[in-house]
């Protein structure tokens, strides 16, 4: 399996910045995808931005423009720089990687970070 390890989340007003980030362990495994998601209280859990092994992106679109995904591969680490954060960001922010070991397909969530922008 792969552990994830996410740090960076807390609170900040609205119109800062704050920068998450997942670093993932696991031997054996080759990590394709690395996302991050999102969960408000009371909605349901959605997608933010994702990145592939080889770089490409997708965001959300509440999120374009503001937030920028990016992942260090040496580090199997993902990054969230979350720019001009509005209160309606406020969330748990997980991070999710879809990994292959021996073949078959896996995916690993993390435990979640708190995200509140204040107004």
């Known amino acids: 399996q792969v552990q994830l390890v996410e740090s960076g989340g807390g609170l900040v007003q609205a119109g800062g910045s704050l920068r998450l980030s997942c670093a993932a362990s696991?031997?054996?495994?080759?990590?394709?995808?690395m996302a991050w998601y999102r969960q408000a209280p009371g909605k349901p859990r959605e997608l933010v931005a994702s990145?592939?092994?080889?770089?490409?992106?997708n965001y959300a679109d509440s999120v374009k423009g503001r937030f920028t995904i990016s992942r260090d591969n040496a580090k199997n680490t993902v990054y969230l720089q979350m720019n001009s954060l509005k209160p309606e960001d406020t969330a748990v922010y997980f991070c999710?990687?879809?990994?292959?070991?021996?073949?078959?397909?896996?995916?690993?969530w993390g435990q979640g970070t708190q995200v509140t922008v204040s107004s």
């Open positions: 999710y990687v879809h990994f292959v070991k021996g073949g078959i397909s896996f995916g690993s």
């Open positions: 696991g031997s054996g495994a080759s990590i394709n995808v």
């Open positions: 990145i592939t092994s080889g770089g490409s992106t």
